[in-house]
Structures are given as C-alpha cells and as structure tokens.
C-alpha cells in the first residue's frame, strides 16, 4: 500500500462549482500535512497547510481526519484558473530526519 | 529577492555522459532535497540533506549522486548508470525547526537523454 494515495481524477466540473478531494495516508505517525497546486510542466507551489482544526483560506478548505487518516481539500466556487494537480503531502519524522510523501496529484479540470 | 533557482531549465545529453543539475537556494533554509517527475506521475525523492557535509537516499537513489558543501547549494549528478534519466528534476528547501516545514521549490531542469 501507497504511504500516501490520491484519487488521479481527472475532475471535470464547470465553472462555479464546488469540489472536494480527499487523500488518503497510510502511516499513524505522520505529523504535519499540505496541499501544494503544480501546473502544467511547472513546480509545485504551497496552497495550503492542514492543521488539525481544520482552516480556510478564502474560496479552499482543508481538513484532517487523524482517526480515519485522511486530510480533504474543498473548493467553492470554482474558476478556470483553479484548473491544476493538487498533490498532497505528509511528513513525519523517521530515524531522526524529516521523511515527506508526495501523493500522485489529482487532477482537475475547471470547465467553461 | 529569496528563492531557489536551478540551471538549466532544459539539458540535452547524450546517453553515457554524467550531467550535474544546479539547485541554489537563498532562503538559508537547512533541509534540500532533490526529486524526479515522470510525465503523469508524481514526486519522487532520490536524495535529502538536513545539514551541511551529511545527506540520505531517498526513494530512488540508484544512478544518482549528491553533495552539500555548502547549505545554499545542492547539486545532483545523474550517472550513466541511472538507466531512464529523462524526466523533470525539482529542487526544493525547507527550514528544519517545527514540524509544519513546507518545501519551496526551483522552477526545475528538463533533462532528456538522447
């Protein structure tokens, strides 16, 4: 089994939209968790951290689910630009370093 | 301004050469590390440093070589003996201290072997 999975989408959903991604973690220990957005051929980049309450950040939401291991983002209103890889990533502390997991990305499509 | 670059942003080589891959960053984070991009598929870690003169294997190791003189700078040697080097390789740093470290990342080199 995958430390981390992703659904690889893609999500096609039109303009205005909500939609939620979940992303599934396989180890207990696993301490602090993100959502980073990659666009075409390009770097990822941060979106959003995910903390235990839950947080926000204008249109997206992230949660952690720590009994069920999993963490969601949430998008309201989507635009044509939100169109990207979300990738989620874990990272826990294993034999003294910081070990991070990137998920495979699930991919959205914002449709006119 | 702060950031990570790496150079080149598209390498050519011909297959049996080594090629090093540049990654600096400016942001006096401790942590680097190096990752590999397959068309469709996600990151995958070959190596890590946390400090100066000590880095780790990562997931995919084999064929790769790294060294950190210097905490602003990382560089990746791919070998003649990384059997399917052609991909996208990023760079990224983080600070150390805290458990939410998020990576910053350099825009990337393409590397195609011919």
């Known amino acids: 089994r995958k430390e981390v999975e992703q659904d690889p989408g893609p999500f096609n959903v039109p303009e205005g939209a909500t939609v939620a991604f979940n992303c599934t973690y396989s180890n207990s220990a696993s301490q602090s968790f993100f959502w980073y957005r990659q666009d075409c051929r390009k770097e990822p980049k941060l979106l959003m951290s995910v903390y235990s309450s839950g947080n926000e950040d204008g249109r997206f939401t992230a949660q952690l689910n720590r009994a069920s291991q999993y963490i969601s983002l949430l998008i309201r209103d989507s635009k044509l630009s939100d169109s990207a890889t979300y990738l989620c990533v874990v990272n826990r502390r294993s034999g003294g370093y910081q070990k991070v997991t990137f998920g495979t990305g699930t991919k959205l499509q914002v449709i006119p | 301004d702060g950031g990570i670059t790496q150079s080149p942003k598209y390498l050519f080589r011909k297959e049996g050469q080594n090629v090093t891959l540049s990654c600096e960053q400016n942001?006096?984070?401790?942590?680097m590390y190096w990752y590999r991009q397959d068309p469709g598929q996600g990151l995958r870690l070959i190596y890590y440093?946390?400090?100066?003169?000590?880095?780790q294997k990562g997931d995919i190791a084999e064929g790769y070589s790294v060294s950190r003189e210097k905490k602003e700078s990382f560089p990746l040697t791919v070998t003649s003996a990384q059997k399917n080097p052609t991909a996208f390789y990023l760079c990224a740093s983080s600070p150390i201290a805290g458990d939410y470290n998020e990576q910053f990342f350099g825009p990337g080199t393409r590397l195609t072997v011919l």
């Open positions: 942001l006096n984070h401790d942590a």
């Open positions: 440093s946390q400090i100066v003169n000590d880095f």
